[in-house]
């Protein structure tokens, strides 16, 4: 039986900062505990012994190596500063439980794909970045790709859109339609979509602290269309924390901006059809696939896909 949000795993544990390497009761060795227990080599009776002496073997023929030509830099990190484990094997995965922690496709915890078939059922939508000029000309831009094949849209809007400035704006001067298309009222998104049917389209939308704008702005222009809001279908990208340490088009400090963010979750999973986020995979915020290579859209935090 697949495993519950709700129940407990061991792989999956985070570790509280006033107990960096605590034991709980409920799921187990946490991961970092796991890692520093095969450092310090301490006794684990789930570890063979043969996988404790290829550990060994290899940290020998690492040395040797590392003695004969130095490592390219002195320490190896991710983006959060967390050290990279020079090695992954079966002595850093101890209690790792496959059922429990790695799933089947299209189950919970979704590390191997939300749906049952992946890309053997069906192929991922088929979108071009577009967005330039004013919505009338996007909108051209638009529905020619959907006439030569493009099976879903992604839109990119321009700088003052995605700051929150109208075009005729001071800060906007020389940014209009730059990098993306000008919408700066309802009128434009009603422009921007103008014959293109939203429940037969899925629209993808690179915005980020105007998210909740832009979302207000196309359920308007579907329901005028006729269009039930269960049936409308895409994704906010929703993605503010990589605005603080990257692009930095951030309106709001983290915390209000973060709320915003989950109060789109609860609304569209109460009754509109878009993912209200996804993880962006550029600009300084690395995208990786899941355990078994299969690749999983995230919204920030919470690593799942809403309904």
């Given at each position: 039986?697949?495993?519950?949000?709700?129940?407990?795993?061991?792989?999956?544990?985070?570790?509280?900062?006033?107990?960096?390497?605590?034991?709980?009761?409920?799921?187990?060795?946490?991961?970092?505990?796991r890692?520093?227990?095969?450092?310090?080599?301490?006794?684990?009776?789930?570890?063979?012994?043969?996988t404790?002496?290829?550990?060994?073997?290899?940290?020998?023929?690492?040395?040797?190596?590392?003695?004969?030509?130095?490592?390219?830099?002195?320490?190896?990190?991710?983006?959060?500063?967390?050290?990279v484990?020079?090695?992954?094997?079966?002595?850093?995965?101890?209690?790792?439980?496959?059922?429990?922690?790695?799933?089947?496709?299209?189950?919970?915890?979704?590390t191997?794909?939300?749906q049952?078939?992946?890309?053997r059922?069906?192929?991922?939508?088929?979108?071009?970045?577009?967005?330039?000029?004013?919505?009338?000309?996007?909108?051209?831009?638009?529905?020619?790709?959907?006439?030569?094949?493009?099976?879903?849209?992604?839109?990119?809007?321009?700088?003052?859109?995605?700051?929150?400035?109208?075009?005729?704006?001071?800060?906007?001067?020389g940014?209009?339609?730059?990098?993306?298309?000008a919408?700066?009222?309802?009128?434009?998104?009603?422009?921007?979509?103008?014959?293109?049917?939203?429940?037969?389209?899925t629209?993808?939308?690179?915005?980020?602290?105007?998210?909740?704008i832009?979302?207000?702005?196309?359920?308007?222009?579907?329901?005028?269309?006729?269009t039930?809001?269960?049936?409308?279908?895409?994704?906010?990208?929703?993605?503010?924390?990589?605005?603080?340490?990257?692009?930095?088009?951030?309106?709001?400090?983290?915390?209000?901006?973060?709320?915003?963010?989950?109060?789109?979750?609860?609304?569209c999973a109460?009754?509109?059809?878009?993912?209200?986020a996804?993880?962006?995979?550029?600009?300084?915020?690395?995208?990786?696939?899941?355990?078994?290579?299969?690749?999983?859209?995230?919204?920030?935090?919470?690593?799942?896909?809403?309904?």
């Amino acid at each position: 039986m697949p495993r519950s949000p709700g129940s407990p795993s061991r792989f999956a544990t985070v570790r509280k900062a006033e107990e960096p390497f605590a034991e709980r009761a409920d799921s187990g060795y946490p991961v970092g505990r796991r890692l520093e227990m095969a450092q310090r080599r301490e006794e684990d009776p789930t570890i063979p012994e043969e996988t404790r002496k290829g550990r060994e073997r290899w940290e020998k023929a690492a040395a040797e190596s590392f003695r004969k030509k130095p490592a390219r830099k002195s320490d190896f990190t991710t983006v959060s500063g967390a050290k990279v484990n020079p090695l992954a094997a079966a002595d850093t995965l101890a209690g790792f439980d496959p059922e429990r922690d790695l799933g089947w496709p299209g189950e919970y915890p979704f590390t191997r794909g939300v749906q049952p078939t992946m890309y053997r059922g069906k192929l991922w939508t088929m979108r071009q970045f577009a967005g330039y000029g004013t919505a009338k000309q996007t909108n051209q831009r638009f529905r020619y790709l959907l006439d030569h094949g493009q099976t879903g849209l992604s839109t990119a809007f321009h700088l003052p859109t995605l700051y929150g400035y109208d075009s005729d704006h001071e800060m906007a001067r020389g940014e209009v339609g730059k990098c993306g298309v000008a919408v700066d009222s309802l009128r434009d998104m009603e422009v921007l979509f103008g014959g293109i049917d939203l429940g037969r389209v899925t629209t993808s939308m690179t915005i980020n602290s105007t998210a909740p704008i832009a979302l207000a702005m196309y359920l308007a222009v579907a329901e005028k269309q006729g269009t039930p809001w269960t049936n409308v279908g895409g994704t906010l990208q929703n993605d503010i924390l990589k605005e603080y340490i990257a692009q930095k088009e951030y309106i709001f400090p983290p915390r209000p901006s973060m709320r915003l963010i989950t109060d789109q979750f609860a609304f569209c999973a109460a009754g509109a059809g878009l993912h209200p986020a996804r993880r962006r995979g550029v600009r300084g915020v690395r995208h990786r696939s899941g355990p078994a290579g299969g690749r999983v859209r995230a919204a920030p935090l919470l690593l799942l896909q809403l309904p």
